[in-house]
């Protein structure tokens, strides 16, 4: 038996830290939507008590400390599969990018295997395993467009928000998440309006949506990487209507209406690094066969 799954980008339009919880995690505020780039996993049943990950990205690891691998371990563990499964994933979102790659491909397994397996679990259950593997997966299980809380695992759905293009722009150099989380100067942070970005995207107000973008994360991230702040000065000036860092970055993404826009921020982006992408909004509900 085989089945594919698709495992959508993600990126922030607002991302607020509120303060560090006793668990050492942060409490956080997040406005999240997906966007058409994607890996592509296949999935195989096999007959062996076993978990196979395999990938032709080498940034992509083939053991426990790959996500997706995590998460077919605690389905296979909590429900006490007796089959084993491979997990080709097709890596097209860029690594280390702040765009929840990783995250994602782990959902997408949950989702995978939950039809593989015949668990019949529900997308909120799914959920609330994925909370047990990575801070984003949840959200990527339903793959919609949401409010997170909590350490990200308080999922709150949101209509999809206005459609428009993106283009994404990740320099060569990656960020690790968990330095920037500790570098972060909560006493001095100029919080988003994130109420305000919810009822943007409820009214299905672009400007609305434009004129709110923050995340707090570029405090930390832009300094130590100049090419981040460049690029998002490249892409105001060549006709993004708003711009921002994704999740801890490095990669930025621009907003506009237009096609053609698109195309002209696209180009004049190829110079400042190699990965730059045009997609579209997603933002719709992922919902189970």
Same mark, same amino acid.
């Given at each position: 038996?085989?089945?594919?799954?698709? *495992?959508? *980008?993600?990126?922030?339009?607002?991302?607020?830290? =509120?303060?560090? #919880?006793?668990?050492?995690?942060?409490?956080?505020?997040?406005?999240?939507?997906?966007?058409?780039?994607?890996?592509?996993?296949?999935?195989?049943? @096999?007959?062996?008590?076993?978990? %196979?990950?395999?990938?032709?990205?080498?940034?992509?690891?083939?053991?426990?400390?790959?996500?997706?691998?995590?998460?077919?371990?605690?389905?296979?563990?909590?429900?006490?599969?007796?089959?084993?499964?491979?997990?080709?994933?097709?890596?097209?979102?860029?690594?280390?990018?702040?765009?929840?790659?990783?995250?994602?491909?782990?959902?997408?397994?949950?989702?995978? =295997?939950?039809?593989?397996?015949?668990?019949?679990?529900? @997308?909120?259950? @799914?959920?609330? @395993?994925?909370?047990?593997?990575?801070?984003?997966?949840?959200?990527?299980?339903?793959?919609?467009?949401?409010?997170?809380?909590?350490?990200?695992?308080?999922?709150? %759905?949101?209509?999809?928000?206005?459609?428009?293009?993106?283009?994404?722009?990740?320099?060569?150099?990656?960020?690790?998440?968990?330095?920037?989380?500790?570098?972060?100067?909560?006493?001095?942070?100029?919080?988003?309006?994130?109420?305000?970005?919810?009822?943007?995207?409820?009214?299905?107000?672009?400007?609305? /949506?434009?004129?709110?973008?923050?995340?707090?994360?570029?405090?930390?991230?832009?300094?130590?990487?100049? %090419?981040?702040?460049?690029?998002?000065?490249?892409?105001?000036? $060549?006709?993004?209507?708003?711009?921002?860092?994704?999740?801890?970055?490095?990669?930025?993404?621009?907003?506009?209406?237009?096609? $053609?826009?698109?195309?002209?921020?696209?180009?004049?982006? #190829?110079?400042?690094?190699? %990965? /730059?992408?045009?997609?579209? $909004?997603?933002?719709?509900?992922?919902? =189970?066969?």
């Amino acid at each position: 038996m085989y089945t594919i799954e698709k *495992a959508p *980008a993600k990126i922030n339009l607002t991302l607020d830290v =509120l303060y560090k #919880r006793p668990d050492q995690y942060h409490e956080v505020e997040m406005v999240m939507t997906t966007v058409d780039l994607a890996d592509r996993i296949e999935f195989f049943l @096999l007959e062996e008590h076993k978990i %196979e990950v395999a990938s032709e990205n080498r940034f992509v690891p083939n053991d426990e400390r790959n996500l997706a691998y995590r998460a077919a371990r605690l389905l296979k563990d909590r429900y006490d599969v007796k089959e084993g499964v491979r997990i080709k994933i097709d890596k097209q979102i860029p690594v280390a990018a702040g765009l929840a790659g990783g995250s994602s491909d782990a959902a997408a397994t949950l989702r995978g =295997l939950n039809r593989l397996w015949k668990l019949n679990l529900t @997308l909120d259950e @799914l959920a609330d @395993l994925g909370a047990e593997v990575g801070s984003d997966v949840s959200f990527c299980v339903y793959n919609s467009t949401a409010l997170a809380k909590g350490r990200g695992e308080t999922i709150i %759905e949101l209509p999809p928000p206005p459609q428009c293009w993106v283009i994404l722009a990740k320099p060569v150099q990656g960020v690790s998440t968990q330095s920037v989380y500790k570098s972060l100067q909560l006493d001095d942070l100029n919080h988003p309006d994130t109420e305000g970005m919810v009822q943007a995207i409820k009214q299905s107000d672009y400007q609305g /949506v434009c004129s709110r973008l923050k995340n707090v994360l570029e405090t930390v991230t832009l300094p130590k990487n100049p %090419e981040v702040e460049q690029i998002k000065q490249q892409m105001l000036s $060549s006709g993004a209507d708003a711009v921002l860092m994704s999740g801890s970055g490095p990669t930025v993404f621009g907003l506009v209406q237009q096609e $053609s826009r698109a195309d002209r921020i696209y180009n004049s982006l #190829r110079g400042f690094c190699e %990965e /730059v992408y045009v997609v579209r $909004s997603l933002g719709c509900h992922q919902r =189970l066969d």
